[in-house]
């Protein structure tokens, strides 16, 4: 099975993936600014460290676009490092996860409210 | 990405795991916290969650996993430094390092940490499950085999010092005995460790949270016994100015330790009999009856079926309190027991007196396996008490071992008498004391007359004499009853000496 959620919705309870798709919008929330940060401040270990949590909460839902995204912007933080690139790295990341978002509330509506 | 479909409703119930383990979640991403949390609940366990390295070692600090899902890269350190610091302190804890670096390296290096396993993140629950279940299987297995490793060749038990076969043989019988309420007759020489054995019983049963009361039948007036034994109500006699309660109401619930039962007089023997027989006692000077529960262990330094023979002890009582015989050998059948014991309290009385003893040299230890400690435990207490307060080195040397041991192993005595009492000084020759001593050690000294006003210095002198007299030489009991530390008495004893 692929795709969002699709393997934590064949292991959990309904009500239980709900949970935790709230959270990863949360984490998204927290995360995503310190990426934009970090970039523009052209700091690779702080710019690193976010996409990394990006990339293992982004995997842990199936999120696979965005997860692809993080890592990316994990090798060039270790790689270039330019202020530039980072950017460029922060904007694809900032992009992969409005998708996410949007697949997120819309799985959020099918699901059931507890 | 197009959302998928939802699947049919699934609600897994969760897993009926052996036992519920209790698993700690260091994580710092909410989201993989959440998912880890959820799973190892749905396996049956009790998941806690802490989202650093220092909220890890907090946790740790007050509480012990059964296993850990542990992050490598946390916002303030790394997941291994928690593993080592775990391990550094001996815990054996399963930790499972989760991490989304599914890299050999990354792998070895958390294995080398002392990881149970690797687990690579994204996972779903039957990798988890599996993983976490093979890890606690692997910790109990591993506790399983220290255990049973222990329990082969343990070289201490509940105060016992011993690797011997025969003190393997006491600790198997104590642990086997201890969850039963069955009545234990303790045997063996003086200075055996019978009340330690008692103590044991005690302390390895469910009865610990309760008293262990110990209560010496030749230490007591033989018209106290009965009140020490069952208490009593103000009046019984003179001098009962109020109630008072005896060591089998003190008991309840608990272990009362009779030593020296050989001791009892005949017509207490009848009372103690009832009491075993039924669990109800009359304090002395009332006919209110008393239940208590209480679990019997005895013990004495003669053979209690000669006693019985010999018409000093009743049959009767025999049958009812020697139900489980523990019997605890000499020392001088305990082989290199006797150096364990010999470099345990130079250890503790080195430390105790702020000397620097280390070890023996190996003339020592030769003498020390040679001497036939007819005094047993006690003695050997006595003699490197003795050797650490009047000596300072490194190493103990044959020289400053006190008279016997100090002659030639040949000239020591190769087996020693039954009933020999053996309490550490006595083994000394009586030049080794002041006259005086030398007398009580004959049985001629007596108490100072209270009435004869002499020198403190005097005083204290007879005094002490008087107790190691009392005691038949034994320097640890003279010194409880002297309320003073043994170090004192072997410091005046060389000062009268000298």
């Known amino acids: 099975m692929s795709g969002l959620a699709a393997d934590l919705l064949a292991d959990l309870p309904e009500a239980d993936v709900r949970s935790i798709l709230v959270l990863f919008g949360t984490d998204l929330d927290r995360l995503l600014p310190e990426v934009a940060r970090a970039a523009d401040a052209a700091e690779a270990e702080p710019f690193r460290r976010a996409c990394h949590a990006i990339a293992g909460a982004a995997g842990a839902v199936g999120a696979a676009a965005l997860e692809a995204a993080s890592r990316h912007g994990m090798a060039i933080a270790k790689a270039e490092a330019t202020r530039g690139a980072l950017a460029t790295a922060a904007l694809a990341v900032a992009e992969a996860a409005s998708t996410i978002r949007g697949e997120v509330a819309s799985l959020l509506a099918r699901l059931p409210q507890t | 990405m197009a959302p998928a479909p939802v699947p049919a409703p699934n609600a897994p119930t969760p897993s009926a795991p052996a036992s519920r383990a209790r698993v700690l979640i260091v994580e710092d991403s909410a989201t993989q916290a959440e998912i880890a949390r ?60 989760v991490t989304a670096n599914a890299s050999i390296n990354a792998a070895v290096e958390a294995m080398r940490a002392g990881a149970t396993d690797f687990l690579v993140k994204p996972y779903a629950r039957a990798r988890l499950a599996v ?43 104590i642990e086997n005995v201890a969850q039963s309420r069955a009545s234990v007759f303790i045997t063996g020489e003086s200075g055996t460790g019978k009340e330690l054995a008692a103590e044991a019983i005690h302390r390895a049963s469910a009865r610990s949270s309760r008293r262990f009361v110990a209560l010496n039948c030749g230490a007591i007036p033989r018209d106290l016994l009965e009140s020490e034994v069952f208490g009593h109500v ?45 669990g109800t006692f009359n304090p002395v000077g009332t006919a209110r009856e008393e239940r208590v529960d209480v679990r019997f262990v005895c ?18 009582l025999y049958y009812r309190l020697y139900v489980v015989p523990l019997e605890l050998p000499p020392l001088r059948d305990r082989g290199e027991d006797v150096l364990l014991v010999a470099r345990h309290f130079l250890a503790q009385f080195s430390r105790e007196e702020k000397r620097n003893f280390r070890d023996f040299d190996a003339e020592a230890e030769a003498v020390l396996r040679a001497y036939a400690w007819p005094g047993n435990v006690r003695q050997l207490q006595n003699v490197i008490r003795n050797v650490v307060v009047l000596n300072d080195a ?73 107790a190691l007299s009392r005691t038949g030489q034994d320097v640890q009991r003279a010194a409880v009853l002297l309320d003073i530390s043994p170090s004192t008495i072997y410091r005046k004893l060389a000062q009268w000496k000298a």
């Open chain 2, 38 to 97: 959820v799973h190892v609940l749905q396996l049956g366990h009790a998941p806690e969650v802490v989202g650093s390295v220092a909220a890890a070692r907090d946790w740790l600090r007050d509480a012990r996993p059964d296993a850990v899902l542990l992050d490598i890269e946390l916002p303030d350190g790394s997941g291994l430094d928690v593993l080592r610091a775990l391990r550094a302190e001996g815990d054996d804890a399963a930790v499972i390092v």
């Open chain 2, 131 to 173: 993983t976490l279940a093979n890890a606690l299987e692997k910790r109990a297995l591993l506790a399983q085999l220290s255990r049973a490793q222990a329990q082969l060749g343990r070289d201490r038990f509940y105060g016992f010092i011993g690797a011997s076969e025969r003190m393997q043989a006491v600790y198997r019988t």
């Open chain 2, 234 to 278: 103000k009046g019984a006699f003179t001098g009962a100015v109020a109630d008072r309660e005896g060591a089998a109401k003190l008991a309840d619930g608990g272990t009362l330790f009779l030593d020296e039962i050989g001791e009892m007089p005949f017509a207490m023997q009848v009372k103690l009999l009832r009491f075993v027989q039924t």
């Open chain 2, 299 to 316: 013990a004495t330094n003669r053979d209690p079926m000669l006693e019985v023979k010999a018409g000093r002890f009743r049959e009767d």
């Open chain 2, 394 to 466: 490194t190493t103990v040397t044959a020289a400053m071992l006190p008279p016997p041991l100090c002659s030639p192993p040949s000239a020591a005595p190769q087996s020693a008498p039954a009933s020999a009492a053996g309490t550490g000084i006595e083994s000394r020759d009586a030049s080794q004391l002041p006259a005086e001593a030398a007398a009580g050690a004959a049985g001629a000294a007596a108490a100072p007359d209270l009435e004869e006003i002499l020198p403190l210095a005097l005083m204290e002198k007879r005094l002490i004499l008087a």
